[in-house]
């Protein structure tokens, strides 16, 4: 209501649209009224937008109820009035910053004279004397700051209006600077103001900064999303020595980082360990408790955990600036850390580093590593009691325990002979090969190692052997071999025993090693080592203590290689009655040769049936119950055959040779369909080599041949996931499992690897009759049955009476005329129009006669033309299929 009389007093005309007037030819005081009435709809529109807390309401008395209703709805009113007329003020606040003019407002002087005599008063008024001077820095200062607030409540529904907001913010900083202190009538909030400038870089970021001159802020926004989250943690970091980040701010983040961890994506776990243990690092700095989630993250530490913590620590703290409370406090947090863990080696880890070190003394370090010993005891594995570790001197017992930890964390040979030699020269009363429990030797061996009389000699060996093995199996092939070697060298001098040991378990390497190298991509290994495989298969030294794993390797080796020709013809004949994996490599290699041949001359497949079939067979034997009734019990695991199942499985894991695979998964797949009870075959390349039937159905464990299957098939699609054969197999499974929806899933994958995704066609040795009956039944069953009606057009021979049954089911799940499209038989098509006008359904009948009216599918079309329309059709149906099942 002020304001309104404010605008009829400085003689703006009443009805007139602000926008149309000029503010350029108005009075001073008359484009100030429209300024101020413009300002405050603005203000009102933004204020009404902010969440507001309601107050809770007394007892309830009808009139005060009535009169807030009244209030409400007054409010209400006006506010719908101002948002109409928001783009209209908006425009006229926008036309006054191109006002370079000083403006003057009304007072009380200049009103009162108005009231006693109006027509001396507008002379004054109208040549800028009368009146309040409001300079024009102050004015566009205040306009910038309330058309960006505007735009920037806009941005909720247009984006791009923030681009405008920022600019409106940036000009406001800049003319508070120009004014400076000495403004009287332009009062800012410049706290607000700043924050509506940090979300304006957040939610647009300029071009023309870099990244340096964000705020930190503004930075973490920006990388969060972008999915740039180790450029957070080093933000996180930096800002643990600044603490220019609220503490509210970066709980909020590792909020927001854990929110989407557990949404499923499970490479950020690393991300939400790291930021929780930067802000643990901040909190304890700044005197606050642990937090609970870093605990629960803390609950299974690892040498990467422990790493990461101790660089977020050492970067947290400037030791030379740092003051005595923030070194004390950052000592105490890693004296806890210590306290908590349970494994030593990761105690050492953090004892032996540097920060724990300057920030602890010699006797709180000693005194710590006292705690930790006696909390956790050695168990004494020899017979002898050995001196007890309270016993040593405090200052040896430090010793002995940095070079355990030395002991533990190092891979070079030289090294931790040294060290071995300085810990058997402070106690020859114990064993440390014992230090740590995950050095790991097989029994085969551990025997003849513990067999070593000298107790340093006995140490260094098993060690060198289980950090060769652990460094083999996490694939640090070259330090595996200098250990390896080291140890060949030592026990060379004293055990022929140990040295053929040491020589199997380098060609072991060796072959690991070149088939995680060159080998992956199809580079043949050197002659040089097919020789020594060839010369591990051929040994007959007695007593040499052998690992069933190299016998296995050597074979697989053998066979992913293609050395076909040594397995069947220069292969002892003694490897074949003691070594059960030669014996299945010769026939596997045999089988492969025999392939291409006349079915007569396939002996050696019906010998790999033969072997296969009794290592799946099981024993049976005859119970007496307690009743005096015999029963029949299964053994699970049959010792008729050459070797176990689970052995079996467990050597096919190491083949790659594609034709190989196919072969064993072919014969298990028709083992799998003998069965008296199976309904739905499984189908595979070659599978007609096998035999069609077995002597003795009741001994074979079909079960186990089921599961075989699944896990072959899962494997070999680990290998090549594009192999055709192989795909269709798993889409088999599925389908004789009832899982129809994953069925279609590999039978259009089967189809999409060998037509580059349809855009070719699938060839018919792999969408075969059978495989487009079981699509045509998997979408039956998922009652899309328009689908089923356009794969009949695939078969050989259209099934016309399939396709008019399932287009009449009414309560089809797929997209029924979406698909129409996809038809190119007429018949089909004329039998939709029918069905629709059958039914009433105009729509659906029209779509149908423009599907038959495409020039196309014209009868009378040369053959190619028609072959050319059912193709382009096929392409598009498979491809909108693999969209909806992939």
Same mark, same amino acid.
């Given at each position: 209501?002020?304001?309104?009389?404010?605008?009829?007093?400085?003689?703006?005309?009443?009805?007139?649209?602000?926008?149309?007037?000029?503010?350029?030819?108005?009075?001073?005081?008359?484009?100030?009224?429209?300024?101020?009435?413009?300002?405050?709809?603005?203000?009102?529109?933004?204020?009404?937008?902010?969440?507001?807390?309601?107050?809770?309401?007394?007892?309830?008395?009808?009139?005060?109820?009535?009169?807030?209703?009244?209030?409400?709805?007054?409010?209400?009113?006006?506010?719908?009035?101002?948002?109409?007329?928001?783009?209209?003020?908006?425009?006229?606040?926008?036309?006054?910053?191109?006002?370079?003019?000083?403006?003057?407002?009304?007072?009380?002087?200049?009103?009162?004279?108005?009231?006693?005599?109006?027509?001396?008063?507008?002379?004054?008024?109208?040549?800028?004397?009368?009146?309040?001077?409001?300079?024009?820095?102050?004015?566009?200062?205040?306009?910038?700051?309330?058309?960006?607030?505007?735009?920037?409540?806009?941005?909720?529904?247009?984006?791009?209006?923030?681009?405008?907001?920022?600019?409106?913010?940036?000009?406001?900083?800049?003319?508070?600077?120009?004014?400076?202190?000495?403004?009287?009538?332009?009062?800012?909030?410049?706290?607000?103001?700043?924050?509506?400038?940090?979300?304006?870089?957040?939610?647009?970021?300029?071009?023309?900064?870099?990244?340096?001159?964000?705020?930190?802020?503004?930075?973490?926004?920006?990388?969060?999303?972008?999915?740039?989250?180790?450029?957070?943690?080093?933000?996180?970091?930096?800002?643990?020595?600044?603490?220019?980040?609220?503490?509210?701010?970066?709980?909020?983040?590792?909020?927001?980082?854990?929110?989407?961890?557990?949404?499923?994506?499970?490479?950020?776990?690393?991300?939400?360990?790291?930021?929780?243990?930067?802000?643990?690092?901040?909190?304890?700095?700044?005197?606050?408790?642990?937090?609970?989630?870093?605990?629960?993250?803390?609950?299974?530490?690892?040498?990467?955990?422990?790493?990461?913590?101790?660089?977020?620590?050492?970067?947290?703290?400037?030791?030379?600036?740092?003051?005595?409370?923030?070194?004390?406090?950052?000592?105490?947090?890693?004296?806890?850390?210590?306290?908590?863990?349970?494994?030593?080696?990761?105690?050492?880890?953090?004892?032996?580093?540097?920060?724990?070190?300057?920030?602890?003394?010699?006797?709180?370090?000693?005194?710590?590593?006292?705690?930790?010993?006696?909390?956790?005891?050695?168990?004494?594995?020899?017979?002898?009691?050995?001196?007890?570790?309270?016993?040593?001197?405090?200052?040896?017992?430090?010793?002995?325990?940095?070079?355990?930890?030395?002991?533990?964390?190092?891979?070079?040979?030289?090294?931790?002979?040294?060290?071995?030699?300085?810990?058997?020269?402070?106690?020859?009363?114990?064993?440390?090969?014992?230090?740590?429990?995950?050095?790991?030797?097989?029994?085969?061996?551990?025997?003849?190692?513990?067999?070593?009389?000298?107790?340093?000699?006995?140490?260094?060996?098993?060690?060198?052997?289980?950090?060769?093995?652990?460094?083999?199996?996490?694939?640090?092939?070259?330090?595996?071999?200098?250990?390896?070697?080291?140890?060949?060298?030592?026990?060379?001098?004293?055990?022929?025993?140990?040295?053929?040991?040491?020589?199997?378990?380098?060609?072991?390497?060796?072959?690991?090693?070149?088939?995680?190298?060159?080998?992956?991509?199809?580079?043949?290994?050197?002659?040089?080592?097919?020789?020594?495989?060839?010369?591990?298969?051929?040994?007959?030294?007695?007593?040499?203590?052998?690992?069933?794993?190299?016998?296995?390797?050597?074979?697989?080796?053998?066979?992913?290689?293609?050395?076909?020709?040594?397995?069947?013809?220069?292969?002892?004949?003694?490897?074949?009655?003691?070594?059960?994996?030669?014996?299945?490599?010769?026939?596997?290699?045999?089988?492969?040769?025999?392939?291409?041949?006349?079915?007569?001359?396939?002996?050696?497949?019906?010998?790999?049936?033969?072997?296969?079939?009794?290592?799946?067979?099981?024993?049976?034997?005859?119970?007496?119950?307690?009743?005096?009734?015999?029963?029949?019990?299964?053994?699970?695991?049959?010792?008729?055959?050459?070797?176990?199942?689970?052995?079996?499985?467990?050597?096919?894991?190491? @083949? *790659? /040779?594609?034709?190989?695979? %196919?072969?064993?998964? !072919? $014969?298990?797949?028709?083992?799998?369909?003998?069965?008296? =009870?199976?309904?739905?075959?499984?189908?595979?390349?070659?599978?007609?080599?096998?035999?069609?039937?077995?002597?003795?159905?009741?001994?074979?464990?079909?079960?186990?041949?089921?599961?075989?299957?699944?896990?072959?098939?899962?494997?070999?699609?680990?290998?090549?996931?594009?192999?055709?054969?192989?795909?269709?197999?798993?889409?088999?499974?599925?389908?004789?499992?009832?899982?129809?929806?994953?069925?279609?899933?590999?039978?259009?994958?089967?189809?999409?690897?060998?037509?580059?995704?349809?855009?070719?066609?699938?060839?018919?040795?792999?969408?075969?009759?059978?495989?487009?009956?079981?699509?045509?039944?998997?979408?039956?069953?998922?009652?899309?049955?328009?689908?089923?009606?356009?794969?009949?057009?695939? @078969? *050989? /021979?259209?099934?016309?009476? %399939?396709?008019?049954? !399932? $287009?009449?089911?009414?309560?089809?799940?797929?997209?029924? =005329?979406?698909?129409?499209?996809?038809?190119?038989?007429?018949?089909?098509?004329?039998?939709?129009?029918?069905?629709?006008?059958?039914?009433?359904?105009?729509?659906?009948?029209?779509?149908?006669?423009?599907?038959?009216?495409?020039?196309?599918?014209?009868?009378?079309?040369?053959?190619?033309?028609?072959?050319?329309?059912?193709?382009?059709?096929?392409?598009?149906?498979?491809?909108?299929?693999?969209?909806?099942?992939?």
């Amino acid at each position: 209501m002020l304001l309104n009389e404010l605008l009829c007093i400085s003689k703006v005309p009443p009805g007139t649209k602000h926008v149309d007037m000029d503010l350029a030819t108005l009075p001073p005081t008359t484009a100030m009224a429209i300024l101020l009435y413009n300002r405050w709809a603005i203000r009102t529109i933004v204020q009404s937008s902010f969440p507001v807390k309601q107050a809770k309401p007394g007892p309830p008395q009808l009139s005060v109820m009535n009169q807030m209703q009244q209030e409400k709805e007054l409010t209400e009113n006006i506010l719908k009035v101002l948002k109409e007329q928001a783009a209209d003020s908006i425009l006229v606040l926008e036309a006054a910053l191109k006002l370079n003019k000083d403006l003057y407002v009304h007072t009380m002087r200049t009103l009162d004279l108005l009231a006693m005599e109006p027509g001396m008063v507008n002379g004054e008024t109208e040549s800028s004397t009368a009146g309040l001077k409001i300079k024009a820095e102050e004015i566009q200062c205040q306009v910038c700051y309330d058309l960006g607030a505007a735009y920037f409540q806009q941005g909720s529904t247009n984006s791009a209006v923030y681009e405008n907001a920022r600019e409106k913010f940036v000009r406001t900083k800049e003319l508070i600077a120009e004014i400076g202190s000495l403004s009287l009538h332009c009062t800012i909030d410049e706290k607000r103001l700043a924050g509506y400038c940090q979300a304006c870089d957040v939610l647009v970021p300029s071009s023309d900064s870099s990244s340096q001159q964000l705020t930190p802020y503004s930075q973490v926004h920006i990388c969060l999303r972008s999915g740039n989250y180790q450029e957070v943690i080093q933000i996180f970091i930096e800002d643990n020595l600044t603490f220019s980040l609220p503490v509210q701010f970066r709980q909020s983040v590792l909020r927001e980082l854990f929110q989407k961890a557990q949404q499923g994506n499970e490479a950020l776990d690393e991300i939400c360990f790291k930021a929780c243990a930067c802000n643990t690092v901040r909190d304890i700095l700044e005197g606050r408790a642990i937090s609970v989630q870093f605990n629960q993250l803390f609950l299974t530490p690892n040498k990467e955990k422990i790493d990461f913590l101790l660089e977020v620590c050492s970067r947290s703290i400037n030791l030379e600036k740092a003051s005595d409370s923030l070194k004390g406090n950052m000592a105490a947090f890693l004296k806890n850390v210590c306290l908590g863990l349970e494994d030593l080696q990761y105690v050492f880890m953090i004892s032996s580093h540097e920060l724990f070190i300057t920030l602890l003394k010699d006797e709180e370090r000693k005194l710590l590593v006292d705690q930790m010993r006696k909390r956790s005891p050695r168990v004494n594995l020899c017979i002898k009691p050995v001196t007890s570790f309270y016993d040593i001197p405090a200052s040896a017992s430090v010793n002995i325990g940095q070079l355990e930890h030395q002991l533990i964390l190092s891979v070079d040979p030289w090294r931790i002979r040294q060290i071995l030699i300085e810990l058997h020269g402070m106690t020859s009363e114990r064993q440390f090969w014992t230090v740590s429990n995950k050095w790991e030797v097989p029994s085969v061996y551990s025997g003849v190692i513990l067999g070593i009389k000298d107790s340093l000699t006995r140490d260094l060996v098993y060690i060198l052997m289980a950090k060769g093995l652990h460094c083999s199996t996490v694939k640090d092939f070259s330090h595996a071999k200098q250990l390896f070697a080291a140890c060949l060298e030592l026990v060379t001098e004293f055990s022929p025993k140990l040295r053929q040991v040491m020589l199997n378990e380098m060609l072991l390497l060796d072959i690991h090693t070149h088939e995680a190298g060159t080998g992956q991509s199809g580079e043949r290994p050197p002659s040089d080592l097919i020789s020594r495989v060839r010369g591990y298969l051929e040994m007959r030294l007695p007593d040499i203590p052998l690992r069933q794993v190299i016998a296995e390797e050597c074979v697989a080796f053998m066979l992913n290689w293609r050395e076909n020709e040594y397995l069947t013809l220069q292969v002892p004949a003694f490897l074949l009655q003691s070594n059960p994996y030669v014996k299945l490599g010769q026939l596997l290699a045999a089988t492969c040769k025999e392939l291409p041949g006349p079915k007569e001359s396939r002996r050696t497949a019906k010998d790999l049936w033969e072997v296969v079939v009794q290592i799946c067979s099981v024993s049976s034997q005859h119970k007496r119950g307690n009743d005096g009734r015999v029963s029949l019990i299964k053994q699970r695991e049959s010792t008729l055959g050459i070797m176990y199942r689970s052995e079996l499985l467990s050597f096919i894991k190491k @083949l *790659r /040779e594609p034709l190989v695979l %196919t072969i064993i998964l !072919s $014969l298990f797949v028709k083992l799998h369909n003998i069965r008296e =009870d199976i309904v739905n075959d499984i189908t595979a390349e070659h599978i007609s080599i096998w035999p069609s039937s077995i002597p003795n159905l009741q001994s074979v464990d079909f079960e186990a041949v089921a599961i075989t299957v699944k896990e072959l098939v899962r494997y070999t699609l680990s290998i090549n996931p594009n192999n055709h054969s192989w795909l269709i197999i798993q889409a088999d499974i599925y389908f004789a499992t009832n899982q129809y929806s994953a069925a279609l899933h590999y039978y259009l994958q089967a189809g999409a690897v060998c037509s580059d995704f349809f855009n070719k066609a699938v060839p018919p040795d792999v969408y075969t009759d059978q495989v487009i009956k079981r699509m045509i039944k998997c979408c039956s069953l998922l009652n899309c049955h328009t689908q089923v009606a356009i794969l009949c057009q695939f @078969l *050989r /021979e259209i099934d016309y009476k %399939t396709a008019f049954k !399932s $287009l009449q089911e009414q309560n089809s799940h797929d997209a029924m =005329d979406s698909y129409y499209d996809y038809i190119w038989d007429v018949t089909i098509l004329e039998y939709l129009t029918y069905l629709h006008h059958k039914r009433g359904e105009t729509d659906k009948r029209q779509i149908a006669i423009k599907a038959i009216g495409q020039t196309e599918l014209n009868a009378s079309n040369p053959e190619e033309v028609l072959q050319l329309a059912a193709q382009r059709r096929k392409k598009k149906f498979l491809q909108a299929m693999a969209k909806l099942y992939f």
